[in-house]
């Protein structure tokens, strides 16, 4: 069984920083990509970044430049940066784990929320 909860979310000011994390329990982390979606209210769950057990990423445009995904596999842990945050970056956001670059995975965690206002 997999167990992945996030921490970090909070309010912030436009163009301030904000740092997730996700932490997962299980043995089956360090071979699965991991991904971090967001959900706004009354949109559909969207794919924000995503990096794979090897280190591959890929981007949500709107994102790319301002937001770093990473991971530490010795301790079952993924980080998102979010730099210059902007209003519409206001979501929950969700991390997420499966065994594709492509495909959204099975595991998920609670959600943490990210509000983004002056």
């Known amino acids: 069984q997999v167990q992945l909860v996030e921490s970090g979310g909070g309010l912030v000011q436009p163009g301030g920083s904000l740092r997730l994390s996700c932490a997962a329990s299980?043995?089956?982390?360090?071979?699965?990509?991991m991904g971090w979606y967001r959900q706004a209210p009354g949109k559909k769950r969207e794919l924000v970044a995503r990096?794979?057990?090897?280190?591959?990423?890929n981007y949500l445009d709107s994102v790319k430049g301002r937001f770093t995904i990473s991971r530490d596999n010795a301790k079952n842990t993924g980080s998102l940066q979010m730099n210059s945050l902007k209003p519409e970056d206001t979501a929950v956001y969700y991390c997420?784990?499966?065994?594709?670059?492509?495909?959204?995975?099975?595991?998920w965690g609670q959600g943490t929320q990210v509000t983004v206002s002056s």
């Open positions: 990096i794979s057990s090897g280190g591959s990423t």
């Open positions: 299980g043995s089956i982390f360090s071979r699965y990509a």
């Open positions: 997420n784990l499966g065994n594709s670059m492509n495909a959204v995975g099975p595991y």
